[in-house]
């Protein structure tokens, strides 16, 4: 075959996947990560014994950065986060679209259930976090900084040990099934929605390929990542909080904070402190801008990358025909 001789056993199909996805998540997170920044800092906020909330509502995180002139700083931890992004989502849809290649071949299927679905989702999705986890935590850290006081990446990882890189894994191996539940959901109504449009144009004697369009692909993805959200956030907050920067090493929040003390390192030590400090409305403080930031952000990252798959597709042909002409010239020679 062409395709293997040209691409030396590259499943090309999984790889199209996983470069549309990645740079899809690039764009994402770069428009929204302002929003993202906001996010993170509201969640790590916890109400102490002495005082009250730093950050009552998800804009006062907006304001403080504006009074102290620091607008800049919420994107401290960009280059961190698109790093992460990109790799994550790259790792993401390769994984989950060859896992499910596999499956199909080895099943002898003709399309795959919603209990396969989950199961190769959440494998694709344990493979990204153990490989990204280090990045994902530094760049948290960078989140929660003090504006104006966040690190290079080197830097924040040389704080602690290797082994504080990988604070909250476990968490972030219990989230994989966000995005399992998240694209379950959406593949299962892209399916459903692509079989209608398809029923129609056949009845309508219209023969040309069905696609989603931009504002049923954003809207799908819409859906399926707030319904993920909504069933995995208790989790979400206590990764952000075991993660967060330590207030310590922010010296003028010291005085804005009084009765300050150091970000939980455990699940349990997070699920403690929030039951403790803010009772049963803390396991979901800040949902309503986790699924603004999150639904946005899938939606969009979903949107692109079913808008730029083709023309990943065509680059990836051209970059096999190019490897197998190559070959055929050094074996000619």
């Known amino acids: ?41 509201f969640q790590a906020d916890v109400q102490t014994d002495h005082g009250g909330h730093k950050y009552r509502n998800l804009s006062d995180v907006f304001w403080e950065a504006i009074k102290k002139k620091q607008f800049l700083s919420l994107y401290q931890g960009l280059k961190t986060k ?3 992004s990109f790799i994550s989502q790259f790792v993401y849809f390769y994984g989950y679209s060859y896992f499910k290649r596999v499956y199909l071949e080895k099943s002898g299927a003709k399309s795959i259930g919603t209990k396969a679905n989950l199961l190769i989702a959440a494998a694709a999705g344990a493979c990204t976090v153990v490989v990204t986890q280090p990045l994902d935590t530094a760049s948290s850290r960078m989140q929660t900084s003090a504006f104006g006081k966040s690190k290079g990446l080197r830097a924040t990882l040389a704080e602690g040990t290797w082994l504080e890189a990988f604070d909250g894994l476990g968490i972030s191996l219990m989230l994989t099934c966000n995005p399992s539940i998240q694209y379950t959901v959406f593949d299962q109504l892209k399916h459903k929605l692509i079989q209608r449009q398809k029923r129609k144009a056949e009845s309508a004697g219209d023969s040309s390929p069905v696609a989603l369009s931009a504002f049923s692909a954003f809207l799908l993805g819409a ?13 979400i907050r206590c990764k952000v909080m075991i993660q967060a920067a330590d207030p310590d090493d922010d010296d003028e929040d010291e005085s804005e904070r009084p009765g300050h003390s150091r970000p939980p390192k455990t699940m349990l030590g997070a699920m403690c402190a929030m039951w403790q400090n803010e009772g049963i409305p803390g396991f979901f403080k800040g949902i309503h801008a986790q699924i603004l930031k999150t639904v946005l952000s899938s939606a969009l990252l979903l949107m692109i990358k079913e808008k730029i798959s083709k023309f990943t597709w065509i680059s990836l042909l051209a970059l096999r025909r190019y490897l197998f002409v190559s070959q055929k010239r050094i074996k000619s020679a």
């Open 223 to 235: 859906i399926s990542k707030s319904v993920a959200t909504i069933l995995t956030y208790p989790l």
């Open 1 to 41: 075959m062409e395709g293997e001789e040209a691409g030396g056993g590259v499943d090309w199909d999984s790889l199209a996947e996983a470069a549309s996805g990645a740079v899809g998540a690039l764009v994402s997170t770069t428009v929204l990560y302002p929003l993202d920044t906001c996010k993170t800092k």
């Open 82 to 84: 698109n790093i992460q």
